[in-house]
């Protein structure tokens, strides 16, 4: 069982940024890949962000040239850098880890961008 662990949410005005951090209780050095999800009330979670164990990266489209994922595996630590957020990126952000056995997510961390 990894725990993971999100932070850095809030509230902050359009255009705003924010960065997210999700802390692992162990390694990640061998996780096959790590990502950020989001997902609003009533709908679907989607997939926002992703990393793989060599370093590649997957951005949706709707958050491609704003937001950059990056990790630290000495500190267990993968990110979320979000810039000129906007009112539509509103929703609960997930840390996402697949170890290449098992797939894990956190609790959250709530992001609100107001207009």
């Known amino acids: 069982q990894v725990q993971l662990v999100e932070s850095g949410g809030g509230l902050v005005q359009a255009g705003g940024s924010l960065r997210l951090s999700c802390i692992a209780d162990?390694?990640?050095?061998?996780?096959?890949?790590m990502a950020w999800y989001r997902q609003v009330v009533g709908q679907q979670r989607e997939l926002v962000a992703s990393i793989t164990s060599g370093g590649s990266t997957y951005y949706s489209d709707s958050v491609k040239g704003r937001f950059t994922i990056s990790r630290d595996i000495d500190k267990n630590t993968v990110y979320l850098q979000m810039i000129g957020l906007h009112v539509e990126d509103t929703a609960v952000y997930y840390c996402?880890?697949?170890?290449?056995?098992?797939?894990?997510y956190g609790r959250g961390t709530q992001v609100t961008v107001s207009s």
């Open positions: 996402y880890a697949d170890t290449g056995y098992s797939r894990f």
């Open positions: 162990e390694t990640i050095f061998n996780f096959d890949h």
